[in-house]
């Protein structure tokens, strides 16, 4: 159960792009909140709102001296993540599989008119 409650957590903060670019850019690399901030056209406080979201997923880890605030990843939400994902991968290479000898076996519209 409270595995499923970090899950929930996960996926939902990776569900709003602007959260999604922010981790993408910290797997470069510790960024300021004004770093991530900038390329996406949004206040601090905005930044900061979406940050927190990604914190209570375990996701990334802010540490702060002074007035500067620094993020840094953590990337054992996402293995998590991926783990689960990789589950159900299986069954949706089987269902590609299934369409594509589908669509190979299929007539083209060329062999149906003559």
Known sequence: MVEDVAMDAVFHALAH???????????????????????????????????????????????????????????APLAAAEAWLRFYERYWTERLDALEAFVVAAPTQNEEET
């Not at 004004?34 to 900061?48: R, T, V, Y």
Request: proline share 3%.
């Open 17 to 75: 792009g602007a959260r999604r670019q922010m981790v993408h850019r910290l797997s470069s690399g510790d960024l300021t909140v004004g770093e991530l901030a900038e390329p996406l056209s949004m206040s601090l406080a905005g930044a900061s709102k979406h940050l927190k979201v990604l914190e209570r997923a375990g996701l990334i880890q802010r540490t702060v001296t002074g007035r500067r605030h620094v993020c840094r990843l953590l990337p």
